[in-house]
Each structure stands twice: as C-alpha cells, then as structure tokens.
C-alpha cells in the first residue's frame, strides 16, 4: 500500500469519527471545562465513546501530518502541488 492510499484511509477515519463528533453535540453532548464530556440528556452516544473518538481522530490527523513530512520533507508541505493532467 502505498502512502497515498493510507493518507486517503486516514482522511476517511478523520471524517467519519468527526462526523460522530458532530452528532454527539447534536444528541445532547457538552464538552465541560476539565475536558471531559457529558452526555446525560443524549440517547444516541455514551460519554465513555467521546474521549476515544477525540484520540482517534488526533492520532489519524498526526498521521497524516507524519506522513505529509517523511514523504515530502519539511519543505515539501509548503510548496504548490502540481497541476493534475
């Protein structure tokens, strides 16, 4: 598998466990001060899911950014990508 494809998987996880992100605070979940979550008036998603969500999420993100610097090096993150034929 090539880095393409695991950046490509990578994007995919970082959009689906956001997208759960996203319907927790939707379904009643709050972020409180300490970090930690509350989700006493959700029905849908338990507040011991969203701790792990929010480090997968990060982890696949770090990923990403690891991959971008080992396959394009620091200067290669900053240049114009070329034109698609």
């Known amino acids: 598998m090539n880095s393409n494809a ?4 990578l994007n995919i996880i970082i959009w689906g466990f ?4 996203v319907i927790a ?3 009643g ?3 409180l001060p300490d970090g930690s979550f509350d ?3 959700s029905t849908i998603i338990p507040a011991s899911w ?7 999420t990060t982890g696949a993100a770090l990923m990403k950014t690891a991959i971008n610097f080992f396959r394009d ?3 290669g993150m900053w ?3 070329p034109k698609i034929k």
Not at 18 to 21: H, I, N, R, T
Not at 50 to 56: E, S
């Open 25 to 27: 605070a939707y379904a």
């Open 29 to 31: 979940c709050t972020a």
């Open 79 to 81: 240049k114009p990508q």
């Open 6 to 9: 695991i950046h490509n998987i």
């Open 18 to 21: 956001g997208l759960l992100g």
């Open 73 to 75: 090096g620091f200067g």
């Open 39 to 41: 989700c006493t008036t």
């Open 50 to 56: 969203l701790p792990t969500v929010v480090k997968i």
